[in-house]
């Protein structure tokens, strides 16, 4: 009962051209008596020399936006997870800090993180190049920090309190990143920047890997140089965003005067309106995302995933010390899985992308993980094995996640209703690295039985969450083609995709 009304709730929405108001009835109940006759097709042909230019408006907008991102974001992961590595050069030992003082030092992090979600609507509200350069210069000078905490009682404490100052940084920058991409990409388009996006975090937990190995040759405390050499990166290309990341497409400088009508039409594609977007929170469709059932579940599977997702390049190291390893080489052996994840990450987003059928990506790699954490929780012989079950695990874990966000923003059609799903699922999303912060204690090494079941078994709950949805989208639908064909309404044409929800021809993704 609580699904159907959820359906309905996200069915009772304003369906119109952009040139008329049309006002549906809810799934339920026939459209009412009206004289039917054909709505004017809203969108324009497009030639196929207005696609060859088109593409090349979004090279100059790749080249513009995802560079930057894509720096700030490895930054902001290997401030993240170089503790692990820091843990592996002797950090708890020279500072005298247990094991159970190090999983805090974790767990610290993931709470003030998932409470900290409500910063990412200053992407809405703020220049996003002021609010990304006050998040990388916050998260660059905490990271940096961490290498002067003191040889005393108080160097615990010390740390803890720069983690949450990391935290509260990193909050506010890497979950809103998906919803400022939406504003330059079409839904065809934003599943795979998103996956370049996020690749940053494997692609940080392989060169961490390398740095370390490098780093933890010097004599003495390696650790803290761990820190500085990889914090002191993210004050520079804060002062790079500040001065040339856009805040939307037509603020790009490249772009000539015809390039900036094309950028106008896809506005009208995603918006509805030629005129520029304003930054301003809508209340009205905020509500429309919170009473939507399938955001919630978006927030559950984020969550199974953000166990594994968190985690994994923070313990990685650690795990491969636990093997046998000496620390130097357990820096390098998490290379391979990282890389493969990486590769994963951006494939399968580019995959969906072109079939247009993310739940059926999303549903095969929550598998992929699934079998990879199996492999791993059962081989207990083979090292080699289970370095492939690694490879595998990462690989499904980082690309499910990939996949989810960019689903989960193409089925909300207006900018606040995104906004405002972002924050939901990323406040119950990271909840899951408070549990995966705790997984994987000392006692329980080498083989974390217990540990990688949990991961495996929360991937299994994303990939059959992820073929629910899909049904529900397609139910939807399949209403909307109904009531269309009810009100005899015409339905755009020249194979430009609408994308703002409640215009006419609007359809979600699966």
């Known amino acids: 009962m609580e699904t159907q009304m959820g359906m309905q709730t996200g069915m009772q929405m304003e369906l119109q051209p952009q040139t008329e108001a049309r006002q549906y009835s809810s799934p339920n109940r026939t459209p009412p008596p009206r004289t039917p006759r054909p709505a004017p097709a809203n969108l324009p042909p497009q030639p196929a020399s207005s696609r060859w230019t088109e593409r090349a408006v979004v090279q100059i907008i790749d080249w513009a936006v995802l560079p930057i991102l894509f720096a700030m974001y490895l930054l902001a992961s290997l401030a993240r997870s170089n503790i692990g590595n820091a843990q592996v050069a002797g950090m708890s030992r020279d500072l005298g800090i247990s094991d159970n003082k190090f999983q805090w030092?974790?767990?610290?992090?993931?709470?003030?993180?998932?409470?900290?979600?409500?910063?990412?609507?200053?992407?809405?509200?703020?220049?996003?190049?002021?609010?990304?350069?006050?998040?990388?210069?916050?998260?660059?000078?905490?990271?940096?920090l961490q290498a002067a905490a003191p040889k005393t009682n108080h160097g615990w404490e010390y740390l803890m309190a720069f983690r949450a100052l990391l935290a509260v940084?990193?909050?506010?920058?890497?979950?809103?990143?998906?919803?400022?991409?939406?504003?330059?990409?079409?839904?065809?388009e934003i599943g795979t920047r998103i996956g370049i996006f996020l690749s940053a975090v494997p692609l940080a937990g392989a060169l961490a890997g390398c740095l370390a190995y490098g780093i933890t040759r010097i004599r003495g405390e390696s650790w803290r140089w761990i820190f500085l050499i990889e914090g002191l990166p993210s004050l520079a290309v804060a002062a790079v965003a500040a001065k040339w990341l856009p805040g939307a497409p037509n603020e790009i400088r490249k772009l000539s005067a015809a390039q900036r009508e094309i950028v106008r039409d896809?506005?009208?594609?995603?918006?509805?309106?030629?005129?520029?977007?304003?930054?301003?929170?809508?209340?009205?469709?905020?509500?429309?995302?919170?009473?939507?059932?399938?955001?919630?579940?978006?927030?559950?599977?984020?969550?199974?995933?953000?166990?594994?997702?968190?985690?994994?390049?923070?313990?990685?190291?650690?795990?491969?010390?636990?093997?046998?390893?000496?620390?130097?080489?357990?820096?390098?052996?998490?290379?391979?899985?990282?890389?493969?994840?990486?590769?994963?990450?951006?494939?399968t987003t580019w995959l969906a992308d072109k079939l247009r059928r993310r739940g059926l990506i999303v549903t095969a790699t929550s598998f992929v993980a699934f079998v990879g954490f199996t492999l791993l929780g059962s081989s207990r012989e083979s090292w080699w094995g289970r370095y492939a079950s690694f490879a595998f695990?990462?690989?499904?874990?980082?690309?499910?996640?990939?996949?989810?966000?960019?689903?989960?923003?193409?089925?909300?059609?207006?900018?606040?209703?995104?906004a405002t799903s972002i924050v939901i699922i990323n406040a119950i999303g990271q909840c899951g690295p408070i549990l995966g912060s705790r997984l994987f204690p000392a006692e329980q090494a080498p083989n974390h039985t217990m540990s990688t079941v949990v991961c495996g078994c929360l991937m299994l709950v994303a990939g059959f969450l992820a073929p629910i949805l899909t049904y529900v989208f397609f139910f939807r639908n399949d209403w909307l083609r109904?009531?269309?064909?009810?009100?005899?309404?015409?339905?755009p044409q020249g194979g430009r995709e609408v994308e703002r929800q409640g215009v006419v021809g609007y359809r979600y993704m699966l």
């Open 105 to 144: 030092l974790l767990t610290v992090f993931s709470i003030i993180y998932a409470c900290s979600e409500g910063l990412n609507f200053m992407w809405l509200l703020m220049p996003p190049n002021v609010w990304a350069f006050l998040c990388a210069l916050l998260w660059g000078l905490a990271s940096t």
């Open 169 to 188: 940084a990193e909050a506010g920058f890497g979950p809103g990143v998906p919803f400022l991409l939406s504003c330059f990409y079409t839904r065809r």
């Open 266 to 347: 896809r506005l009208v594609d995603q918006t509805g309106d030629s005129a520029p977007r304003e930054r301003r929170f809508v209340w009205a469709h905020a509500r429309t995302a919170l009473m939507d059932c399938t955001v919630w579940c978006y927030a559950l599977m984020y969550f199974s995933c953000n166990v594994s997702f968190a985690t994994l390049p923070v313990y990685l190291p650690i795990l491969y010390e636990e093997r046998g390893h000496v620390p130097i080489n357990a820096q390098v052996f998490t290379l391979f899985p990282h890389l493969v994840s990486f590769g994963a990450c951006i494939a």
């Open 393 to 418: 695990a990462t690989a499904g874990v980082f690309s499910t996640m990939a996949n989810l966000l960019p689903w989960m923003l193409n089925n909300q059609g207006t900018d606040s209703a995104r």
């Open 482 to 491: 109904v009531h269309e064909v009810a009100m005899n309404v015409a339905l």
